[in-house]
């Protein structure tokens, strides 16, 4: 469903994405985990057309990214890391919009939309603007709204960050009866290490730019030796807390953000 | 279709909801009118050009839509800053249609404006000729079109609002005080005429007045068919950057 080979991203002369190849079968729920500035995010943009790679091929439902970005927006959804609603619209509004502009028929829009909104518990403030939120009510928002047009793959960049238990196991379950039900492949990325050994089949686990090792949770675990995912993750990405090293990488990416070469 | 429909209603909701921003960008253009209408009019009939208002309120009616339909166009920066852009970029919409769909909201909402100042004039003292305002609605689209697509061309390379202000003070002040908006065009001299003959403004300036006021240096087929032409080359051109865009 998702196939990526030798996908590579250089900003100048700093290397985000490194040469990196993994593919993820029809209907896997596939963890993408690394620290702070491993990549993951960079490696998410060019998967959703919103990056050009400097050199490498991505596939989506077979259809070539690179070359035809327009066709393999068709294939996919997207819950972005950041946040991406307008302010200035209603919570039901921003949903609308979406699945207008996703070609969703009215009636099953406006089911979805009540539906998704009473999961992320926002049905009773669907007329408020979004700009009158609380943090957490838009990250719920930006789920529901990215969950709404059942893609075929599902990219969730961090989707739960800043959300209460319930609330991400709500989100999770939804997640995982439209991974059963409709066969939706979903690719997530996570900092909560037992989140993903719940919901991923399959994790790679990036660093530096490069992935450094492909398993199932179990798989992890036993090549590692440890316990719990959380250990696991901690001994393929050293033991240390890589203040030093993460902060330049993050400075780094900042700077290039401010000059605008994302 | 819908997706074009969705895109022009979101920019038409957000001016409606904006009650200080309508309010705000009528304030300019009746300070312009009131100052310099009722400051400079006597002057202006004295020198034997006739009544000054009558001269002033198309230039200033463009003002508007100018300053509206750049604003709109740039809303991009924001809409990138907000993070909303990266919802529309990964819909599967082509671009064009986003572009299509963006454009004809923001020269909705900058015709929409201009159409508000022209009837602040009138209480002002300004008497447009009734039967002319279709071909002046068709130049205050044409104007609204061109600088929203300005805008949005501008925006596409633009990462965030700090180039505004070099924007604002080296293209749309020149743009607006270099048009003829307020002043006569045919006694200036050869240097100013010939900055003038390449601004889109100044087509657009002297449409308008033209069409209202009667008074056109160019001829109204010329500015028609300029400015027609020139909004197409940056309809395409402001397409060609937004489809460039990456997040």
Do not use: C
């Not at chain 2, 180039?163 to 080296?170: A, D, K, S, V």
């Amino acid at each position: 469903m998702i196939k990526v080979e030798g996908l590579t991203k250089k900003f100048h002369n700093f290397t985000a994405v490194d040469n990196i190849s993994f593919s993820v079968e029809d209907g896997d729920i596939f963890g993408f985990l690394g620290p702070n500035g491993a990549g993951k995010t960079t490696t998410i943009k060019m998967l959703t057309t919103l990056l050009n790679p400097t050199a490498g091929k991505i596939f989506l439902n077979n259809v070539d990214v690179v070359h035809n970005p327009n066709e393999a927006r068709h294939n996919f959804g997207i819950v972005f890391q950041d946040p991406s609603l307008d302010d200035e619209l209603t919570a039901f509004e921003n949903m609308e919009f979406h699945g207008v502009l996703y070609d969703i028929p009215k009636k099953i829009r406006r089911q979805r939309i009540d539906q998704l909104l009473a999961i992320v518990e926002l049905e009773d403030r669907r007329k408020d603007y979004v700009k009158n939120f609380s943090g957490g009510m838009k990250r719920r928002l930006e789920i529901a709204r990215g969950l709404l047009h059942h893609p075929k793959i599902l990219f969730l960049d961090e989707p739960t960050l800043g959300l209460d238990p319930q609330t991400r196991n709500h989100i999770w379950s939804y997640i995982q009866d439209l991974n059963k039900e409709e066969g939706i492949t979903v690719f997530f990325t996570t900092h909560y290490m037992e989140e993903a050994d719940r919901a991923a089949k399959e994790i790679a686990i990036i660093d530096h730019g490069k992935i450094i090792t492909q398993g199932s949770p179990g798989q992890l675990k036993e090549k590692t030796g440890e316990a719990s995912l959380e250990d696991a993750f901690i001994q393929l990405t050293g033991y240390n807390i890589r203040d030093q090293e993460v902060s330049a990488v993050d400075r780094m990416r900042q700077t290039r953000i401010m000059r605008g070469h994302r | 279709m819908k997706t074009i429909y969705i895109l022009w209603l979101r920019q038409i909701k957000r001016y409606f909801r904006s009650k200080a921003r309508i309010v705000g960008s009528i304030g300019q253009p009746l300070l312009f009118l009131v100052a310099l209408g009722f400051g400079f009019g006597s002057m202006f009939s004295k020198a034997g050009e006739g009544n000054y208002l009558d001269f002033l309120s198309p230039g200033i009616i463009a003002m508007s839509i100018l300053f509206t339909a750049l604003f709109t166009g740039i809303e991009i920066i924001w809409d990138r800053q907000f993070g909303f852009l990266k919802e529309t970029l990964v819909a599967p919409v082509s671009r064009l249609n986003i572009m299509i769909g963006r454009t004809l909201g923001g020269a909705t909402v900058a015709f929409l404006q201009g159409l508000i100042v022209l009837a602040v004039t009138i209480p002002l003292g300004f008497r447009p000729n009734i039967l002319m305002i279709p071909v002046s609605f068709v130049f205050m689209l044409l104007i609204a079109f061109f600088f929203t697509a300005l805008g949005t061309a501008i925006a596409s390379f633009l990462k965030d609002m700090q180039g505004f202000q070099l924007i604002m003070n080296f293209l749309i002040m020149p743009i607006f005080f270099l048009s003829g908006a307020l002043f006569p065009v045919a006694d200036l001299p050869e240097f100013l005429k010939a900055v003038l003959t390449i601004n889109p403004l100044a087509y657009g300036v002297d449409g308008l007045r033209g069409a209202l006021a009667g008074l056109s240096y160019f001829g109204i087929g010329v500015d028609l068919f300029v400015l027609g032409m020139i909004t197409l080359i940056i309809l395409a051109i402001g397409t060609y950057l937004f489809s460039k865009i990456q997040i």
